[in-house]
Protein backbone atom coordinates (compact mmCIF):
# COMPACT_ATOMS: atom_id res chain seq x y z
CA UNK A 1 0.00 0.00 0.00
CA UNK A 2 3.10 2.38 0.75
CA UNK A 3 4.38 1.59 -2.38
CA UNK A 4 1.39 2.70 -4.25
CA UNK A 5 0.81 5.68 -2.56
CA UNK A 6 4.83 6.40 -3.42
CA UNK A 7 4.19 5.82 -7.06
CA UNK A 8 0.37 7.60 -7.15
CA UNK A 9 2.34 10.60 -5.54
CA UNK A 10 5.87 10.65 -8.00
CA UNK A 11 2.58 10.54 -10.59
CA UNK A 12 1.48 13.91 -9.47
CA UNK A 13 4.41 15.23 -9.01
CA UNK A 14 5.80 14.58 -12.97
CA UNK A 15 2.31 15.69 -14.11
CA UNK A 16 3.42 19.24 -11.51
CA UNK A 17 6.55 19.26 -13.04
CA UNK A 18 5.42 19.26 -16.90
CA UNK A 19 2.91 21.59 -15.87
CA UNK A 20 5.55 24.23 -14.87
CA UNK A 21 7.89 23.17 -17.88
CA UNK A 22 5.24 24.14 -20.30
CA UNK A 23 3.95 27.10 -18.92
CA UNK A 24 8.14 27.96 -19.14
CA UNK A 25 8.76 27.25 -22.07
CA UNK A 26 5.45 29.57 -23.59
CA UNK A 27 7.09 32.20 -21.60
CA UNK A 28 10.60 31.58 -23.15
CA UNK A 29 8.63 31.33 -26.27
CA UNK A 30 6.73 34.57 -25.65
CA UNK A 31 9.70 36.34 -25.01
CA UNK A 32 11.30 35.00 -27.57
CA UNK A 33 9.21 36.49 -29.97
CA UNK A 34 8.55 39.37 -28.63
CA UNK A 35 12.48 40.15 -29.08
CA UNK A 36 12.23 39.00 -32.54
CA UNK A 37 8.88 41.41 -33.31
CA UNK A 38 11.04 44.04 -31.52
CA UNK A 39 14.23 43.71 -33.94
CA UNK A 40 12.19 43.28 -37.18
CA UNK A 41 10.32 46.68 -36.33
CA UNK A 42 13.25 48.20 -35.11
CA UNK A 43 14.84 46.77 -39.13
CA UNK A 44 11.55 48.39 -40.69
CA UNK A 45 12.61 52.09 -38.56
CA UNK A 46 16.44 51.80 -39.94
CA UNK A 47 14.59 51.30 -43.72
CA UNK A 48 12.70 53.93 -43.30
CA UNK A 49 15.51 55.94 -41.53
CA UNK A 50 17.67 55.15 -44.86
CA UNK A 51 15.30 56.47 -47.02
CA UNK A 52 14.75 59.76 -45.06
CA UNK A 53 18.90 59.89 -44.51
CA UNK A 54 18.91 59.36 -49.03
CA UNK A 55 16.22 61.99 -49.46
CA UNK A 56 18.86 64.50 -46.77
CA UNK A 57 21.77 63.32 -49.45
CA UNK A 58 19.81 64.33 -52.58
CA UNK A 59 18.56 67.75 -51.29
CA UNK A 60 22.40 68.53 -50.02
CA UNK A 61 24.26 67.30 -53.31
CA UNK A 62 21.55 67.11 -55.62
CA UNK A 63 23.02 63.92 -56.72
CA UNK A 64 20.01 61.33 -58.39
CA UNK A 65 22.08 58.51 -57.49
CA UNK A 66 20.58 59.01 -53.75
CA UNK A 67 17.52 60.14 -54.66
CA UNK A 68 15.10 58.18 -53.45
CA UNK A 69 11.90 57.01 -55.65
CA UNK A 70 8.30 55.73 -55.10
CA UNK A 71 9.69 52.18 -54.93
CA UNK A 72 11.71 53.01 -52.07
CA UNK A 73 8.61 53.71 -49.66
CA UNK A 74 6.99 51.32 -51.45
CA UNK A 75 9.10 48.41 -49.99
CA UNK A 76 9.26 50.26 -46.30
CA UNK A 77 5.37 50.43 -46.32
CA UNK A 78 4.70 46.95 -47.68
CA UNK A 79 7.26 45.53 -45.16
CA UNK A 80 5.26 46.71 -42.17
CA UNK A 81 1.94 45.88 -44.05
CA UNK A 82 3.32 42.48 -44.43
CA UNK A 83 3.82 41.91 -40.67
CA UNK A 84 0.27 43.38 -39.76
CA UNK A 85 -1.37 41.11 -42.22
CA UNK A 86 0.20 38.47 -40.19
CA UNK A 87 -0.33 39.57 -36.45
CA UNK A 88 -4.31 40.35 -37.38
CA UNK A 89 -4.54 37.12 -38.82
CA UNK A 90 -4.61 35.36 -35.62
CA UNK A 91 -7.32 35.31 -33.68
CA UNK A 92 -7.67 36.46 -29.45
CA UNK A 93 -8.35 32.40 -29.37
CA UNK A 94 -5.02 31.02 -30.62
CA UNK A 95 -3.12 33.41 -28.66
CA UNK A 96 -4.97 31.61 -25.52
CA UNK A 97 -4.35 28.21 -26.85
CA UNK A 98 -1.56 26.36 -25.64
CA UNK A 99 -1.01 24.63 -28.71
CA UNK A 100 0.82 26.58 -31.47
CA UNK A 101 -0.22 26.34 -34.96
CA UNK A 102 2.04 26.03 -37.65
CA UNK A 103 2.01 29.00 -39.57
CA UNK A 104 4.64 31.79 -39.15
CA UNK A 105 6.07 35.03 -40.44
CA UNK A 106 9.40 35.05 -41.64
CA UNK A 107 11.71 37.51 -40.16
CA UNK A 108 13.54 40.41 -41.79
CA UNK A 109 14.49 41.20 -45.39
CA UNK A 110 14.89 38.29 -47.96
CA UNK A 111 18.78 39.55 -47.78
CA UNK A 112 18.96 38.46 -44.49
CA UNK A 113 21.41 35.59 -43.60
CA UNK A 114 19.23 34.42 -40.81
CA UNK A 115 15.92 34.50 -42.72
CA UNK A 116 15.56 30.86 -42.36
CA UNK A 117 16.37 30.96 -38.60
CA UNK A 118 14.26 33.75 -37.10
CA UNK A 119 10.11 32.86 -37.66
CA UNK A 120 7.81 34.64 -35.81
CA UNK A 121 4.93 32.40 -34.20
CA UNK A 122 2.22 35.19 -33.68
CA UNK A 123 -0.62 32.81 -31.83
CA UNK A 124 1.83 33.42 -28.52
CA UNK A 125 1.21 37.29 -28.44
CA UNK A 126 -1.37 38.46 -26.01
CA UNK A 127 -4.30 40.12 -27.79
CA UNK A 128 -3.64 43.12 -26.18
CA UNK A 129 0.10 43.25 -27.40
CA UNK A 130 -0.95 42.53 -31.00
CA UNK A 131 -3.30 45.96 -30.10
CA UNK A 132 -0.74 47.68 -29.54
CA UNK A 133 1.44 46.67 -32.46
CA UNK A 134 -0.87 47.16 -35.00
CA UNK A 135 -1.67 50.76 -33.93
CA UNK A 136 2.24 51.10 -34.27
CA UNK A 137 2.49 50.05 -37.46
CA UNK A 138 -0.28 51.95 -38.48
CA UNK A 139 1.27 54.65 -37.32
CA UNK A 140 4.16 54.50 -38.77
CA UNK A 141 3.18 54.08 -42.12
CA UNK A 142 0.82 56.79 -41.99
CA UNK A 143 3.84 58.74 -40.70
CA UNK A 144 6.28 57.20 -44.17
CA UNK A 145 2.97 57.93 -46.13
CA UNK A 146 2.90 61.50 -44.82
CA UNK A 147 6.91 62.32 -45.04
CA UNK A 148 6.43 60.86 -48.77
CA UNK A 149 3.41 63.35 -49.92
CA UNK A 150 4.97 66.55 -48.27
CA UNK A 151 8.57 65.81 -49.77
CA UNK A 152 6.60 65.68 -53.44
CA UNK A 153 4.31 68.53 -52.61
CA UNK A 154 7.13 70.85 -51.27
CA UNK A 155 9.27 70.01 -54.70
CA UNK A 156 12.02 68.19 -52.65
CA UNK A 157 12.00 65.06 -54.51
CA UNK A 158 9.62 65.50 -57.96
CA UNK A 159 9.92 61.13 -58.36
CA UNK A 160 8.20 60.35 -54.96
CA UNK A 161 4.52 61.12 -56.14
CA UNK A 162 2.45 58.51 -53.94
CA UNK A 163 0.50 56.42 -56.34
CA UNK A 164 -2.45 53.90 -56.24
CA UNK A 165 -0.40 51.41 -54.40
CA UNK A 166 0.51 53.83 -51.89
CA UNK A 167 -2.80 54.71 -50.92
CA UNK A 168 -3.82 51.09 -51.27
CA UNK A 169 -1.32 49.96 -48.22
CA UNK A 170 -3.23 52.17 -46.29
CA UNK A 171 -6.74 51.20 -46.78
CA UNK A 172 -5.50 47.86 -46.41
CA UNK A 173 -4.48 48.72 -42.93
CA UNK A 174 -6.97 50.90 -41.90
CA UNK A 175 -9.55 48.58 -43.04
Known amino acids: ANAKS????????????SKSKSKASHVEAQSQLQLQLQQQLGAMQRAFDIVKQLQHMYEQTGNEALQPNQHSFQLVMRAYSKLALSISSFSSSSSSSSSLPSSHLQSGSSRSKSKSKSKLNMSIIRQEEKIFIMKKILHTVYTIFSYQEYIYRTNRNSIVKPKLSSYTVLMELYS
Do not use: C, E
Open 6 to 17: NANANTKSNANN
